[in-house]
């Protein structure tokens, strides 16, 4: 029986910023309900994989495939409409708007998203802080705000962009129970992590990118094997 289509199918992607060529014909496959990572040291091309695939970079080359349908040449406003969702490192809260505005504030884009209730019940965090400036959160709290904000749009890809970076070790583990959640809830996601350790507790799989293309690929179930190479590549 023929295997469905990957939800999203990434071919020979390449990038620019300006002059500078950063990504060198990427390619990888995501399927419906998964979780799967990019690793790989800082510069190595996984932010601007995210990127690219959004539609946020000034020039890319190749296929970016979402349910079927070709994105490439589609503005980053239509990319997300289509039901892709990306949580940047920088998170974007705005300082100007309580946690409950800021997760009011991107539009709904399909059916089936998180309501306000079921978000706060899943972040019982935010919950206590629904009238705080978004500013005055913690750098955890802000994390799980942001990721919240894109649960109740409805999408059913979520990038997610190191979300565990500079935070405490039990906010990280928290971090990793809402993926988790997200998951069971069959909603796919797409981490970028240089957190190794973390990333095996979360993901089905890992692409290992290394100066702007994909080295290696290893399932979670092949990690015991592999733990040599990919000390090579992330120097974990």
Not at 131 to 158: D, F, H, N, V, Y
Request: proline letters at 5%.
């Amino acid at each position: 029986m023929p295997q469905a289509e990957p939800l999203l199918k990434v071919e020979g992607l390449q990038a620019w910023y300006g002059e500078s060529h950063v990504l060198h014909g990427v390619g990888i496959e995501v399927r419906q309900g998964e979780v799967v990572t990019l690793l790989g040291r800082n510069g190595a091309g996984k932010t601007t994989t995210l990127r690219a695939i959004m539609g946020l970079v000034a020039k890319r080359q190749g296929s970016v495939r979402f349910e079927g349908q070709e994105l490439i040449g589609a503005r980053s406003d239509r990319i997300a409409r289509a039901g892709i969702a990306l949580c940047p490192e920088e998170r974007g809260i705005f300082a100007s708007l309580d946690v409950t505005e800021n997760l009011l504030l991107p539009p709904v884009v399909r059916p089936g998203g998180m309501d306000i209730e079921a978000i706060y019940t899943l972040f019982p965090n935010l919950k206590e802080r629904a009238r705080s400036p978004g500013t005055k959160l913690s750098g955890g709290e802000q994390q799980m705000l942001a990721i919240a904000r894109i649960l109740r749009t409805g999408a059913p890809l979520l990038m997610l962009d190191e979300p565990t970076e500079g935070l405490a070790p039990v906010i990280v583990q928290q971090i990793g129970r809402t993926i988790r959640e997200i998951k069971a809830r069959g909603i796919t996601v797409l981490l970028v992590e240089q957190n190794f350790r973390f990333a095996q507790t979360v993901a089905d799989r890992h692409y290992v990118m290394e100066h702007g293309q994909v080295v290696d690929a290893v399932s979670n179930q092949e990690l015991a094997g592999s733990m040599d190479r990919l000390h090579a590549y992330l120097g974990v």
